[in-house]
Structures are given as C-alpha cells and as structure tokens.
C-alpha cells in the first residue's frame, strides 16, 4: 500500500468504533480459476474429474484504510469504518457426470435404471462406504455419473444464509478486539499526533493486511461451525438436493411404466433404493411370474427340469449391473458371448454331466452348472 500521510487527517475522541459491515459479494474466484493465494487452494483445487460439485466458502476480507484516529483511554488506535467480504459461491457439474433431463431427453429403456440409483446416491455419498462405492464403481467402470446441475445448486444455496450469518454476526467483536490490540499508539493524550513517527504508518499497513488475513480465517472457522449440520445423514443438503431429484426419478418411472419399459433389478421405481455390498446372482427369468434367485458366491447348481430351455440373466445386487460388461463361457459349443443381457441354455444342446458355466465380469470370475 505504501505510505499514507495519516497525520493530516482527523484525530477525535470518540466512545467506541461503529465498523460498517458491507454486504460480501461473490469472488471471481471460483473452482474453475482458483490459484495458491486462496485459502481453499489445497482443499478444493481440483481436477474437474476429481474435484467437488459445489463450494460456498469465505474467500477474503478487506478492510478499509482509517480515515482518521481516535483516542481511547491513553490509547490511540486507526478508526477502521468499514470491511468488505468476498466469498466463493459455486456449483456445476463434474466432467465425469451427465445432466439428467428425463423421458421427453436422455432417459431411456436401456438407461433409466442407473439414472435412477446414481442420482439416488449422490445426495447420500457422504453417508457412509456403501453409497461412496456404489457411485465410485459407476466412474470407475466408465458410466455416467447422472445428476442434475439445479440439485447442485439447492444443496449450496442451504450453506448461503449461514455463511453470510458468520460475517454479520461473529466476526465483528474479534475484528475490533485485534484491532485494539495490534494497532496501538501509547502515547500521552496531550501529545500532537502530528509528531509520531510516519514510517510507523507503513506498519500499521502491514498489520492491517494481516488482520484481515486473520480475520478472514475467523469468517471461514465460524462458517464452518453454523454449517457443520448441512451434512448430516437426512439433514439441510440432503434434502435440498432430493426436492430436485426425487420429482424427476418420479416422471421417469411413471413414464417407464406407461410404455412397459423392462423393470429395473431391483425395481428402484416401487422399492426403495438399495445400496450395500454387491452381491453377484444369475436370475433365472424363464418365467417372468417366477422369477428364481441363485447367489454365485455359492457356486450353484441349475436344474432345467421339465423346461425345452432356460433364459438366465446375470445380476449384481446393490449394483445395478445387468448384463453389462458380462463374459458368459461354456464348453458345449466350445464359444463366449460377450455383453448379453439374457443367456439361453436349451436342454438339446447340453452333456449328459453338468455343463459348467464360467462367467466374467471386470476382475471376477463366477462359476455354476446347469444340469437336466
């Protein structure tokens, strides 16, 4: 800042200071250009792929030159008339993740399923390991990571009242208190202002740089404290975000249902969505009316019976996968079939032993057998 002739200007006998707390505005600073001077570089400065959807976050504090001194006490301090907040506000979303825009968009048969379930783990990725893998493994595996950029945004805006709380409200005394105690003339009353020394003015400079560096870190610790509830499992965020999502999941299952779109497994449209640890199963959906569950943790055994043939459907519990990504292999035709949602086995085609099945998927590998 250099030097300020402070001299010239007033000196007064007042009560006590009246700072004027100006309405913070919006930095420039968002996730998209922050650099090292930011006090969230090292906690949000990341990659689009990798970083977070939204921030609502103190940035900085400015506090105005002191237009005059004045004498409290046997103390002189600077009158300090106003401060300036700036604060991060920002929401988008992530380059791995697609805008959900329903049946008259990109929901389709193929599709709305996991539009559904990963939606439904976004708002509650912070609840635990079962909803962060879940979304994790779709990334992972290359899928897109539905949501909608308006859900971001309701989730940020909860945080919006309390960051603007902390800087009306809890700043103010440790602002004037530091000020009183960093910024001080002992000098005797009667003495002519006029003679302390002017260099000293670049000192008061400097300390005021730091005091609202100081200050500013007040404003971030104080948001942090009215927001820590935000977060909770069920809390302010969560269901800011869920008044977004959950009347889309509901048009796109209505829709699904109107034009007999093949149910999800699970039926995320008329159950409630599950997540926990993936469990491989082959469904045999031969029947629709009937449909039958084996665990492949288990390494079944299954019978064709009285059946021509058997309609076999590869399923991850708590995952969502169906049929994507699925190497079946078998050995009565000595071939793979790579992909298929369903696998036919016809009792003509099978050995008299147990024909075994071999199927891959990603990294694992199941095993079971089909008999007569």
């Not at 491989?280 to 043939?309: A, F, K, Q, W």
Request: aromatic share 12%; net charge negative.
């Amino acid at each position: 800042m250099g030097e300020v002739v402070f001299y010239e200007r007033e000196i007064k006998v007042i009560d006590e200071p009246k700072i004027k707390f100006d309405e913070p505005i919006i930095s420039d600073v968002n996730l998209e250009n922050m650099t090292p001077s930011s006090p969230h570089y090292t906690d949000v400065m990341y990659s689009a792929e990798n970083g977070v959807n939204g921030l609502t976050a103190p940035e900085l504090i400015k506090i105005s030159e002191p237009t005059f001194y004045y004498l409290k006490g046997d103390k002189w301090y600077p009158n300090i008339e106003q401060i300036e907040g700036e604060y991060i506000y920002d929401y988008r979303l992530l380059d791995t993740q697609k805008e959900v825009t329903g049946p008259s968009g990109n929901s389709t048969e193929e599709n709305y399923c996991a539009q559904i379930m990963v939606m439904g783990s976004i708002p509650k990725y912070n609840d635990g390991f079962d909803y962060q893998h879940y979304y994790d493994t779709q990334i992972g595996a290359g899928r897109p990571g539905w949501y909608m950029l308006e859900a971001v945004k309701k989730h940020e805006a909860v945080h919006k009242p309390k960051l603007l709380d902390a800087f009306y409200n809890d700043i103010k005394d440790s602002l004037l208190s530091l000020i009183e105690k960093r910024l001080i003339y002992i000098d005797q009353p009667q003495k002519d202002f006029s003679e302390i020394d002017n260099g000293n003015f670049i000192f008061v400079d400097l300390k005021l740089e730091e005091i609202a560096s100081l200050i500013t870190e007040i404003w971030i610790v104080q948001h942090l404290a009215r927001s820590k509830s935000d977060h909770d499992s069920g809390g302010a965020a969560e269901q800011a975000e869920y008044s977004v999502i959950n009347p889309m999941i509901e048009q796109i299952c209505v829709h699904a249902h109107s034009n007999n779109w093949d149910a999800c497994y699970p039926d995320v449209c008329n159950e409630p969505m599950p997540y926990g640890q993936e469990i491989p199963y082959i469904i045999d959906v031969t029947n629709p009316e009937n449909l039958i569950h084996y665990d492949l943790t288990n390494s079944p055994s299954i019978s064709i019976g009285e059946r021509n043939e058997i309609k076999l459907l590869f399923y991850m519990q708590n995952g969502m996968i169906i049929g994507e990504n699925v190497v079946w292999s078998y050995t009565y035709d000595g071939g793979e079939v790579s992909g298929s949602k369903e696998m036919v086995f016809r009792k003509k085609q099978l050995k008299e032993t147990p024909e075994i099945v071999t199927l891959t998927y990603g990294y694992d590998q199941f095993i079971f057998d089909i008999t007569h």
